[in-house]
């Protein structure tokens, strides 16, 4: 039996922290810090860290005054992203937003369809029926309030979808910034969005919390935001993103089974088949998908 690869281990690593983020963020979630308190730190830690990075590796932010634009719609949908993501997780289980976010590469295709660069065929609409059936699933058997847990799956289908638009809109970007460089300008300006939307829930935030909400915060940056991005670049240049991204599917079980373990979150069967149609739904589609990295 061979050894694993050093990309393996990379990959490995960071489907694991992908997943371990959703149990990490809902933890401190429900103990103590508000959604968009924990948000604007925790991107304002990173926007530091990317800057420190862009500037120790390459000398300079600089770009070209005709990707603002572009660079700016990217920062709106990670600022979508983020604040959906946090009020998922402050609604409904890790386990289901784990699940829920299955259906991110279903999402990336439909998107595709819009732009032109996807053509539609039987097979996809298939695809998408079966993966948004597993989402149906995934919400009438979540065991807590009906209407909270709809709430709940509602946020993670936008958390899904405002990925899979930041995917694409960052995707020829990659063609002509580092993934450092990018993230050390786009970062930023999430962060500016994310603390203007959270004025009042930082103000009236109690930062009187335990002592083990604090490294679990700057676990939850360094970790799943920045070495991430690091780890799951690095594999896409030696492997290619086709293959990088079968492994970063298996993350929403993973995510599911560590709020499983970690949480004592159950998993109802109805929400295990959905996500078993969820993924069901990515193998039918057999799409290629953008190289950009997991929701964080």
Known sequence: MR????????LLATVLLWALNLSVTRYILTHGLLPLS???VRYGLAALVFVGIALATERTLRVSRRDLPLLALAAVMLWLNQLSFVFALNTTTASTIGLVLGAIPIFAALFGLVLGTERPSNRFWVAAAVSFLGVGLVAVGSRSELSTSLRGIVLGLCTAATWAAYSVVVAPLMRTYSPSRMSAVVIPATWLALALSGLGQTGAQNWDVNWEIWPLLVFATLGPLVLTNVLWFRSIHKIGANRATLAANLQPFVAAVLAVVLLS????????????????????VRRRPAAAPQPA
Do not use: K
Not at 3 to 10: A, G, I
Not at 265 to 284: D, H, R
């Open 3 to 10: 050894r694993p690869s050093t990309v393996e281990l990379m």
């Open 38 to 40: 924990y948000a604007t």
């Open 265 to 284: 979150e159950s998993i109802a069967p109805l929400q295990l088949v959905g996500g078993v149609l969820i993924a069901l739904g990515l193998v039918v």
